[in-house]
């Protein structure tokens, strides 16, 4: 255990924790903004820069490791001032147009900018500029909103292995890309999207469909495959425009590509929405009323029944429904119709 | 999974076999990745040279339908080496004397012979496994959808049991689930011979209990499997089939062999949310609801039962599963009982003790693993801690079999199937999203880049591949995912359904097919089209 | 005939640039031509040697005849013939062609320790370094003291790091001995990124053996087993001489297993660098050894702590580790007698601008800066007004005509508001704009910035902004304000020694030449009249003789008069190009 002092309260933590993780731990705020607890540490966004007794330098909480008997003070005038600094330099190289950003209402850069109350600045100079866009088909990247925190980096390499997407050039013209500026081509499982504090990823479907003021979220499961990942589903009115995953959950957020942008079958036209029956052998299938479906169904199987017994019908449940219907659906097997001829297909 | 995914990252040693997992559990490959970045040793066994490779300390490439021979040589050398674990062999095992004949004559030069694995590699994954602290098993349909998958399940469990990697954090013998609810399905007995929870039909005295809950005498005899119940159609003996939410025509190895059962039904009832390729031959269709749409609960392959949480209501007339069937149940003169998902929940956690401590409010903040017997039991991460379900863990003598149906030369090659990272299934879903869509829109298949030369095979060409059972066009992949005489085929995609090909052929224990292994000839689509 | 007949022929980048390859060959073919047979030739050895500093004067030729050397200068190979005919044979040493006093001001004045041996022994050949008592101070470390010992030494040194900061060498060493770990590494930081930085090239080309035990030394004392030389690959000759004198190393048993015989095992690779300034700093370096991008990483952990793959790791500089093979040959205490209070040793710099004797130096720490402008360097060029020496390179700032006076060593520096950096020197006169020299610095280092951290990515280009609206006229007011204020804050804020050090030449230049700023914000004048947006050119009636070479030079048409009449520049027209100042002989242009 390490003991230290934060902004005078006493905190212990365990061996190998960071400033920032031990102010959290005791509930102290600091700003960050390339700080992911996922990932590695970082000390590029230089917002969560604190002061400790003896060092002449703020340095970053970040990444600077507790040590026992540090004396550590996270808010004063100067850091203050250069936290704002430091927020007012993104602004002057950003579009700033959140009038028309899907993030807006849920970007970390905005938040900053209010906290701070930067509505002037004064270091209006160049901007980046990137007229290309990549035209991959799933995650728009626009590039100029990036504040090169570097997180969509990270994960992409630390977590997902994969390594898509690189910082290429210097100074200035720094800016996060996949080799040689192709279109991105990966396994678009999204995390970097999940991560982007700002508007600069998102998913091309979103676009347009609701911002997160107007959102209801929904935590669920993903009804894809056995990871069992938890989703949220982000809906406006009565669609889902978007799926996310938090933190705390099992799979800490992570997603695959299906659980993260395979939602639109949910909203599609062609869903059935009405029973429908086959009227004559041969026959096409037409709608019906829910009664003359669900009598129709029952006449027949209980005329199989009657005729041939009850193992004459059989059952074929779903390891995609709920556990609550695969019971109920086995149990009118066995106990209402008396077969055990009832399966799913975990074999497939 | 004996195990949870989270203690994946502290595996000292994991053997990944038949599971192409990056493309099929992700989110498990993402903890793997980070176990191999912490510094375990990742085996992997595979025919194809999955993502997952890239992350490997050991890749074995064994020939389909080998996985027998492989893990027996490996376990032979374990044997070779004295590298078992003694204590657990003697204290928590049993048969360990004819598990040791079975495999005494799998040496790895004989392993090597029936794999084509290199004997050196052999005798470098049995060190590497045995020499490890943690050690854990990870296979999927790889190795289960086989005529011998029952084997193959058996030596897995064989080789933990011989370095005595159960019972343990970080270790185990994980089966990673290929869909989301299929641990709660059957737990929730959809399967022939059991009742929820694994209580056998053929008890009496479970019988009893169901009854005195549910009402009316339980059938005692076991049913049969869905791969039963296609041939008991075909035979006459089955009249009327109730589906939900399968896709079987597509799903089912030998596509023409399920179209002919489905066809020859006296009634058929699909319920499911788009109009699948089995709801156009029903004779009713019931529309459902998607996952988005209703409450409930999914149990993962961790044995995690987690909340399901209605956000948006189904389309017009749609209704959700359980009223469906339980309108259904009332119609046909039986009363389901309770009504609401919570309600069910209730009376499945009061019939199986595993669930017994479980409520939806316990589930709310990220759900629970069985067995959770009382309302202040956490859950349990790994299984088997101090004692197996049967006292003692069994070692089973597995003798190698070969796939019931090899290449020769009509057939020269070997499908084998499997999915791919943007579709899912029969692509009922992940079709319809066009992101996904868009990444990956239409079938292939992989065959290597020496039999792609030696047949004039350019990459994406159209090529007519057949089976005994039937035959397709597709596009090839040329790739070195697979070796020489191995080709490839997702089986998402209806207009070139791989399922038309493989080989219904049954593991004779647990029924399932042998979708992982069948024979075919591939042509050029120019070559067939000129002999039309 | 049995003369000693010895010629050096100085072959670092310098003297190579200049044709020292071809002096070298006219030389061996012009003693086979004069028919000096092998019995002579025994005696008479052509060397290569390495810089010995004055590149200016490249090609520079020693010729020593039984003891008694003269030194040419500016020497092309066509010049050879005469000097063995008429030197050589004849005995007469040709005094046109000899180098003057300035020469030897030049050198008399420097203290020579890393550089002792550059441009005297073949940097090719390890018998030479072997001669002039070369590895037998590793051969005494290894075998005879024990690595806290070998700390000891050094912290009594007082030996300092030569790559900018400034740390304690022994220190630095003693954090990382302290360490428990199964590998250690030594890293030998070649980078050399400062723009008309060349000491540490010259020292590797000059004496690569010398690194090479200094690194033996230091990995014996922290106990590493594997070292590094990170060197750019911009510096092909300095990788080929080092290659080769590892090469001839491991031959000899001073690199490998069991070196000097002392049972300790210790090795070194090279990693070239792609040449990106930031990679120098020790962070970055590390990553782009460990094949990542070349960015700085949070500190600490510290190097000595968690350096090269996680393992504990000493960074020193190329001349930092050249110092110690002498250091410990002559004792610790010879060397804490050179230079100043805290500053010990002596350190190389790299002279340039507007000076008379550009080259390199090695000077004792605490000279006063006087000696090296008037005494080593001959003065300001042309004879005109000193105005500051900028040291520290892009990192750090200037000293005036106020402090020439001042012993050079680290504290002073720091104190001023400049830094001693690797060792750039560049002198400054009045026709240099201060504005316009920190505005260079930061176009240097705002476009290698590695872009990790935002204050240094975006601070620094914001900073050029301002400095370039300055020079061309759109100063606003409160403009010095917002440097000083941005400039702080990209200090304090930034991630690396890159981002802290950026804005120091803004803030020692507004510092001392504050009125030169003011002079462009609100004069909008440009005192040393160099911003061509704020200069304007004049023709002066009383000196023009009317000749039209202006008219003539003159691209944009501005100039109008009639022959003989003193001509005008129309404003409006001027591009500003300077062309009628440049062509004017009677000095009637007026550049103001
Ligand atoms: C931007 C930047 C560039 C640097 N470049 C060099 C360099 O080229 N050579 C060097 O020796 N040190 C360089 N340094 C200093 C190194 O980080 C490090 O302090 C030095 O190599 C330590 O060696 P020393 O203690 O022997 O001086 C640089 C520092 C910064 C911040
Ligand atoms: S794209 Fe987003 S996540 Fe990536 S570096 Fe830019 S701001 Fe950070
Ligand atoms: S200070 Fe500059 S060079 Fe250093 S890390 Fe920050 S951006 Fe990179
Ligand atoms: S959060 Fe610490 S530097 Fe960005």
Redesign the pocket.
């Known amino acids: 255990m390490i003991n230290l002092t934060i902004d005078g309260k006493t905190i212990s933590v365990s061996d190998g924790a960071t400033v920032l993780e031990a102010a959290r731990a005791a509930g102290i705020e600091i700003p960050t903004l390339c700080h992911d607890p996922r990932l590695k540490p970082y000390g590029g966004c230089r917002l969560c820069i604190v002061e400790i007794a003896g060092v002449p330098r703020p340095v970053t909480s970040c990444t600077t490791p507790a040590t026992d008997g540090m004396t550590v003070t996270t808010s004063s005038e100067r850091l203050f001032n250069l936290r704002r600094t430091v927020v007012e330099l993104l602004l002057s190289d950003h579009p700033n147009d959140c009038m028309v950003c899907e993030r807006a209402g849920d970007c970390s850069l905005q938040e900053l900018a209010y906290f701070y109350g930067l509505r002037e600045n004064r270091f209006w100079g160049e901007r980046r500029r990137y007229p290309k866009q990549d035209m991959n088909p799933v995650i728009k990247r626009d590039m100029e909103k990036c504040v090169l925190c570097g997180k969509c980096v990270r994960v992409c390499d630390e977590v997902q292995g994969v390594g898509a997407i690189d910082l290429a050039y210097r100074g200035f013209g720094a800016k996060v890309c996949p080799p040689f500026e192709k279109d991105l081509d990966c396994e678009f499982c999204g995390q970097c999207v999940s991560i982007c504090p700002t508007g600069a990823l998102s998913g091309r479907m979103w676009a347009g469909k609701g911002r997160q003021k107007d959102v209801k979220e929904t935590e669920t499961v993903c009804p894809y495959c056995g990871c069992g990942c938890v989703l949220t589903l982000h809906t406006a009115g009565n669609r889902v425009i978007r799926v996310s995953s938090k933190v705390d959950t099992p799979n800490e957020g992570w997603l695959c590509p299906k659980g993260r942008f395979g939602y639109e079958f949910i909203n599609r036209p062609d869903r059935l929405t009405t029973p429908l029956v086959r009227r004559e052998k041969g026959g096409a299938l037409e709608p019906a009323s829910w009664d003359e479906a669900l009598d129709l169904v029952a006449a027949r199987l209980g005329a199989i029944k009657d005729a041939h017994g009850p193992d004459a019908l059989g059952g074929l449940a779903s390891a995609r429904c709920t556990n609550e219907e695969n019971y109920a659906f086995q149990k009118f097997f066995r106990a209402g119709i008396g077969t055990n001829n009832v399966d799913h297909c975990a074999r497939y | 999974m004996t195990n949870s995914i989270a203690e994946i990252e502290n595996n000292d040693a994991l053997f990944v076999i038949g599971s192409n997992t990056t493309e099929c559990h992700p989110i498990v490959a993402l903890r793997m990745k980070k176990a191999a970045r912490k510094g375990a040793k990742l085996i992997i066994a595979d025919p194809r040279r999955i993502p997952l490779v890239k992350f490997a300390t050991l890749w074995l490439r064994h020939r389909p339908g080998t996985d027998v021979a492989l893990m027996n040589s490996i376990m032979h050398v374990i044997l070779a080496e004295g590298l078992e674990d003694k204590n657990f062999i003697d204290s928590r095992t049993e048969g360990f004397e004819e598990f040791r004949k079975a495999i005494a004559q799998f040496t790895p030069e004989y392993g090597e012979k029936i794999t084509g694995v290199p004997a050196a590699d052999i005798v470098k994954a049995a060190r590497t496994y045995a020499g490890a602290k943690n050690a854990g098993i990870y296979y999927t349909m790889g190795i289960t959808q086989h005529s011998m998958g029952t084997n193959n399940v058996w030596s897995v469990a064989n080789m933990a049991l011989l370095t005595g990697n159960l019972g343990k954090e970080s270790a185990g013998v994980n089966p990673l689930r290929g869909q989301n609810n299929v641990q709660g399905a059957s737990d929730m007995a959809c399967a022939p011979a059991v009742l929820p929870g694994y209580q056998k039909v053929a008890d009496e005295a479970v019988r009893k209990k169901f009854e005195a809950v549910w009402g009316g005498a339980l059938p005692a005899e076991p049913g049969l499997t869905a791969t039963e119940m296609t041939d008991a159609i075909i035979g006459g003996r089955i009249k009327g089939l109730y589906i939900m939410g399968e896709n079987p025509v597509i799903s089912d190895p030998h596509m023409a062999h399920t179209l002919k059962a489905l066809k020859k039904l006296d009634f058929l009832v699909v319920q499911d949310i788009f109009m699948t390729e089995t709801a156009e031959l029903a004779d009713v269709v019931l529309p459902a609801s998607s996952f988005a749409e209703k409450d409930g609960t999914f149990t993962n392959t961790e044995r995690r039962v987690q909340r399901v949480r209605k956000a948006v209501d189904s389309p017009g007339d749609a209704k959700d599963d359980l009223s469906i069937i339980r309108a259904v149940a009332a119609r046909a003169g039986y009363d389901l009982g309770p009504a609401s998902a919570a309600d069910v929940f209730r009376e499945i956690s009061a019939l199986w003790p595993a669930m017994a401590g479980m409520t939806y409010r316990r589930l709310d903040s990220g759900g629970l693993q069985w067995p959770c017997p009382t309302d202040d039991h956490p859950g349990t991460p790994y299984l088997f801690k101090d004692v197996f379900p049967r006292g003692k863990g069994a070692f089973s003598p597995i003798p190698y079999i070969e796939s019931k149906e090899l290449p020769d030369e009509a057939y020269p090659f070997v499908l084998t199937t499997g999915r791919i990272l943007f579709q899912y299934h029969t692509g009922t879903m992940t079709r319809r999203s066009d992101a996904l869509e868009a990444v990956a829109p239409e079938p292939f298949i992989e065959i290597s880049r020496e039999d792609a030369r030696r047949l004039g095979i350019a990459d994406a060409g159209m090529l007519s591949v057949s089976s005994r059972r039937g035959s397709l066009q597709v596009k090839a992949m040329v790739t070195d995912r697979v070796a020489p005489g191995v080709v490839f085929m997702p089986f998402h995609y209806h207009e070139a359904a791989a399922n038309v090909l493989t080989n219904d052929a049954l593991d004779p224990v647990c029924k399932i097919p042998e979708a992982k292994v069948c024979a075919v000839r591939i042509e050029k689509t120019a070559e067939v089209a000129a002999g039309v | 005939m049995s003369k000693e007949i010895l010629v050096n022929v100085c072959m670092g980048t310098g003297g190579i640039a200049a044709g020292g390859v071809e002096v070298m060959e006219a030389f061996k073919a012009g003693f086979a031509d004069a028919g000096m047979d092998a019995s002579v030739e025994k005696h008479c050895a052509v060397h290569q040697v390495g810089c010995r500093g004055f590149c200016a004067r490249d090609v520079l030729v020693d010729v020593a005849i039984d003891g008694n050397r003269a030194t040419y200068q500016y020497i092309k190979p066509d010049m050879v013939p005469r000097i063995i005919e008429e030197h050589v044979k004849g005995g007469a040493p040709i005094a046109e062609w000899m180098v003057g006093d300035d020469y030897h001001s030049f050198h008399d004045r420097q203290v020579k320790v890393v550089l002792s041996d550059c441009g005297r022994i073949n940097p090719e050949d390890i018998d030479e370094y072997i001669s002039v008592d070369g590895y037998k101070a590793a051969a005494r470390v290894l075998n005879e003291m024990s690595p806290a010992d070998t700390v000891e030494a050094v912290k009594k040194s007082g030996l ?8 304690p ?1 022994g220190v ?1 060493w003693g954090f990382c001995a302290a360490n428990k770990s199964d590998r250690k590494y030594i890293i030998c ?6 723009p008309g ?1 060349f000491m ?1 090239r010259s020292v590797i080309e000059g004496n690569p053996h010398a690194v090479i035990e200094g690194m033996t030394i230091g990995a014996y004392a922290i106990g590493a087993d594997t070292g590094y030389v990170y060197i750019r690959a911009e510096y092909p000759l300095a990788v080929e001489r080092l290659k080769k004198a590892l090469a001839d190393a491991r031959a000899h048993g001073f690199l490998g297993q069991d070196i000097h015989g002392s049972g300790f095992n210790f090795d070194i690779k090279i990693k070239l660098g792609a040449g990106a ?9 590390i990553a782009s050894i460990e094949g990542e991008r070349g960015m ?1 990483r949070a500190k600490p952990p510290f190097p000595a702590n968690k350096g090269l793959w996680g393992k504990p790791t000493v ?7 050249a110092n110690l093979p002498y250091i410990f040959r002559r004792g610790p205490e010879w060397f804490a007698s050179l230079g100043s209070e805290k500053s010990k040793g002596t350190k190389v710099f790299a002279l340039t601008g507007k000076i008379k004797n550009t080259g390199l130096i090695e000077v004792p720490m605490g000279i006063p800066l006087k000696e090296i402008i008037y005494d080593i360097g001959g003065g300001i060029e042309g004879d005109r007004l000193f105005k500051a020496v900028q040291t520290g390179g892009p ?1 750090g700032g200037c000293i005036t005509a106020e402090h020439i006076d001042l012993p050079v060593d680290y504290e002073n520096l720091v104190k001023i508001g400049s830094m001693m950096g ?1 060792g750039g020197m560049v002198v400054l006169d009045e026709t240099d704009c201060m504005v316009n020299i920190a505005k260079f610095f930061l176009e240097f280092t705002q476009a ?1 910035s590695c872009g990790k951290c935002v204050p240094c990515r975006i601070g620094t280009k914001r900073l050029l902004e301002i400095l370039t609206r300055i020079t061309e006229g759109n100063g606003r007011p409160g403009d010095i304000e917002l440097l000083l204020s941005l400039a702080n804050d990209v200090k304090d804020a930034s991630l ?3 981002g ?2 950026a804005p120091n030449p803004v803030l020692s230049t507004i510092r001392y030449f504050r009125h030169e700023y003011e002079a462009h914000i609100h004069d909008k004048r440009c005192p040393a009249a160099v911003c061509r947006a704020l200069i304007t050119f004049m023709i002066l009636d009383d000196k023009c003789k009317g000749c039209g070479v202006c008219l003539r030079a003159c691209p944009a048409g501005a100039i109008t008069g009639e022959k003989k009449k003193p001509h005008s520049i129309d404003r409006a027209k001027c591009v500003k190009c300077g062309a009628c100042f440049d062509v004017c002989k009677f000095k009637a242009v007026l550049k103001e």
């Open positions: 300092r790091g030569r790559g900018g900061a400034g740390f060498t630095k930081n070649a980078d050399e990124g400062d930085a540490d300034f930031v990679c120098g700093e020790e962070t970055a370096l700085p960074i020193n500089n190329v001349e930092t580790l990192s690797s290698e690396c020694g890159l802290m050090s």
